[in-house]
């Protein structure tokens, strides 16, 4: 009985994306280009930020473990404002782009816990966590490791490394997408956390499909693992083009 009971709350209230936020840090992109046609060339030799793209001009809906999600992005000065939301929570990164490396500074988010309670929560690094250094090649690795804060505390050394698995060809309700799969691992140094997440991405629209495999230490982990949330997806379901004001 108090598993089930436990099932009710965290899944209709989207507690547990809060925690899955956190421990891989979810992006997403935009495309200013969506006709299906575009996307069945073969993956170039050189991979670089067109899989990054950051357009302001389009909305993109994902269906994912949480249902239905939103994102779109803005820039503000020489930033990029990424948002990721539905009527539960609201996840914003802020991201910058150098010699075409992509950086994550920031992370903001809110998640509605329960009927009349909700949590929000600001993270940060001591220095831009590296987020792709692109160009890259298939088989390229990348290994990134800093400290990461909970509003301003709570210390934590993090450690990255990512990993071009290949290419793949991914089937959503919009259209086929010729991608390049990317494989990320996330580990937490003091809370004992682990995460192995795989992202498909095409160019010029970035973002098509995401997997995490979750397994935490401790209290989170238990939950999770007795949930069934052990494992995570987003995945595309529709691209629209917003209007001009």
Not at 76 to 86: F, P, R
Not at 137 to 162: A, F, M
Request: proline share 3%; charged share 25%.
């Amino acid at each position: 009985m108090l598993h089930l009971n436990y099932k009710f709350i965290f899944k209709n209230n989207k507690f547990l994306l809060a925690i899955f936020i956190l421990i891989i840090g979810l992006p997403f992109t935009l495309s200013n280009d969506f006709s299906n046609q575009l996307f069945t060339s073969a993956v170039s030799a050189e991979i670089g930020r067109e899989y990054f793209p950051l357009d302001s001009s389009l909305r993109l809906t994902y269906n994912s473990t949480f249902g239905e999600a939103f994102g779109e992005i803005k820039r503000k000065g020489d930033s990029y404002i990424l948002d990721l939301h539905n009527d539960d929570f609201f996840f914003i990164q802020t991201v910058h782009v150098k010699n075409d490396t992509v950086y994550l500074d920031k992370l903001d988010q809110k998640v509605n816990v329960f009927l009349f309670i909700s949590s929000e929560m600001t993270v940060t690094y001591d220095r831009p966590y590296l987020r792709f250094p692109f160009p890259l090649k298939l088989n390229d690795t990348w290994k990134w490791i800093g400290i990461e804060y909970i509003d301003g505390g709570n210390p934590d050394t993090i450690t990255v490394s990512g990993k071009v698995l290949g290419e793949e060809t991914i089937k959503t309700e919009t259209g086929n997408f010729e991608c390049v799969k990317f494989q990320i691992e996330i580990r937490k140094k003091k809370r004992g956390t682990y995460t192995k997440f795989y992202e498909w991405r095409a160019p010029n629209v970035g973002l098509v499909k995401l997997e995490a495999y979750i397994d935490s230490k401790g209290f989170i982990g238990t939950i999770m693992s007795l949930l069934g949330y052990d494992e995570m997806y987003f995945i595309l379901k529709k691209i629209n083009q917003l209007k001009k004001n």
